[in-house]
Nanobody, 114 residues
Framework: QVQLVESGGGLVQAGGSLRLSCTAS????????MGWYRQAPGKQRELVAS???????NYADSVKGRFTISRDNAEKTVYLQMKSLKPEDTAVYYC????????WGQGTQVTVSS
């Protein structure tokens, strides 16, 4: 059974920074692509960033240059460093493990005040 546990969300003023963490259980973390998604109230869940097992990254246009995804395979953790946060970044952020079976974390709330 795979579990993903996110942490690091909170309330921050516009222009501030947060770092989200997602720690996974299971033995196949290092070979899986990992991703961060977000869902704002009344909106669909959207991909924010993803990182392959080899470290290749992909970002949504709205966060390019502000967010950085990284991973530590030894710690089975993927991070999302968020800088220059904007009120429109307010959402619940979810970690996702790609593979033949997808797994989701429980989500962590990020609120950016103006």
């Amino acid at each position: 059974q795979v579990q993903l546990v996110e942490s690091g969300g909170g309330l921050v003023q516009a222009g501030g920074s947060l770092r989200l963490s997602c720690t996974a259980s299971g033995r196949t973390f290092s070979i899986n692509t990992m991703g961060w998604y977000r869902q704002a109230p009344g909106k669909q869940r959207e991909l924010v960033a993803s990182i392959t097992s080899g470290g290749s990254t992909n970002y949504a246009d709205s966060v390019k240059g502000r967010f950085t995804i990284s991973r530590d395979n030894a710690e089975k953790t993927v991070y999302l460093q968020m800088k220059s946060l904007k009120p429109e970044d307010t959402a619940v952020y979810y970690c996702k493990k790609f593979g033949p079976v997808y797994y989701w974390g429980q989500g962590t709330q990020v609120t950016v005040s103006s």
